[in-house]
T-cell receptor, first 112, second 113 residues
Framework: DTGVSQDPRHKITKRGQNVTFRCDPISEHNRLYWYRQTLGQGPEFLTYFQNEAQLEKSRLLSDRFSAERPKGSFSTLEIQRTEQGDSAMYLC??????????FGPGTRLTVL | AQSVSQHNHHVILSEAASLELGCNYSYGGTVNLFWYVQYPGQHLQLLLKYFSGDPLVKGIKGFEAEFIKSKFSFNLRKPSVQWSDTAEYFCAVRKNAGNMLTFGGGTRLMVKP
C-alpha cells in the first residue's frame, strides 16, 4: 500500500505523559498536514509543512504540541504533558502542491 | 474565519432513494471545494473536488456536486443510493491557493437494504 501511513494506530496514555505520533506521507508528496478530529466533529487543521519547513500553525496547537518533518519525508507530532482534552483522532494528510490531500488512517489517542 | 455548515447530521434512506447532502460555507473569496467520505473502519477518501470551471462536478461511485457561488453552497447528490454508501460524508473548503482544509461537522448516512 503506497498511501499515507500512521503509527501507532491507537495510543492510551495517562494524563501528564508525553506521546509521539509518526506519519509517513505518500513518497512524492511535498506537503504534509496534521489534523485533529474529535467525536462527532469534522477534522480541524493543526499544522502544515512544505518539505521540511513548518509554514502554518493553528491556534489549536498549544505550546505542548510540537511537530517536525526533519528531512522533508516523515513527520512526528509530539504532545507533552497530555491532558484529557487531548483525547482525539490525530490525522495526517499529504499532497503534491495544491492538489487534493490524501489522508492516513489516523492515530486514536486516549488520555486517562 | 471561514466556516462550513452541513445541516443534516444524520440521514437514513432506503436503497434506490435519491440523496442530497447540504454544504454551505462562509468565505467571500475564491475557494476550492471538496467532499470526502469515511466508510466504517476506513480513512477519509476523496469523493470529488471543485477548483474551477464547470460548477457541476462528477466524482467517484456516481456522486456529483454542484457549486452555486451565489448561495455559497456545494451540495452532494446521488440519484440512487446503495447499501454500500453507508458512511460519514464531510464537506471541506480551502481558500484558493491556501493550505488548510476547513471541514464541516459531517453527515452520517445510513442506507437500509
Amino acid at each position: 500500500d503506497t498511501g499515507v501511513s500512521q503509527d501507532p494506530r491507537h495510543k492510551i496514555t495517562k494524563r501528564g505523559q508525553n506521546v509521539t505520533f509518526r506519519c509517513d506521507p505518500i513518497s512524492e508528496h511535498n506537503r504534509l498536514y496534521w489534523y485533529r478530529q474529535t467525536l462527532g466533529q469534522g477534522p480541524e487543521f493543526l499544522t502544515y509543512f512544505q518539505n521540511e519547513a513548518q509554514l502554518e500553525k493553528s491556534r489549536l496547537l498549544s505550546d505542548r504540541f510540537s511537530a517536525e518533518r526533519p528531512k522533508g519525508s516523515f513527520s512526528t507530532l509530539e504532545i507533552q504533558r497530555t491532558e484529557q482534552g487531548d483525547s482525539a483522532m490525530y490525522l495526517c494528510a499529504s499532497s503534491l502542491g495544491w492538489d487534493e490531500q490524501f489522508f492516513g488512517p489516523g492515530t486514536r489517542l486516549t488520555v486517562l | 474565519a471561514q466556516s462550513v455548515s452541513q445541516h443534516n447530521h444524520h440521514v437514513i434512506l432506503s436503497e434506490a432513494a435519491s440523496l442530497e447532502l447540504g454544504c454551505n460555507y462562509s468565505y467571500g473569496g475564491t475557494v476550492n471545494l471538496f467532499w470526502y467520505v469515511q466508510y466504517p473502519g476506513q480513512h477519509l477518501q476523496l469523493l470529488l473536488k471543485y477548483f474551477s470551471g464547470d460548477p457541476l462536478v462528477k466524482g467517484i461511485k456516481g456522486f456529483e456536486a454542484e457549486f452555486i457561488k451565489s448561495k455559497f453552497s456545494f451540495n452532494l447528490r446521488k440519484p440512487s443510493v446503495q447499501w454500500s454508501d453507508t458512511a460519514e460524508y464531510f464537506c471541506a473548503v480551502r481558500k484558493n491557493a491556501g493550505n488548510m482544509l476547513t471541514f464541516g461537522g459531517g453527515t452520517r448516512l445510513m442506507v437500509k437494504p
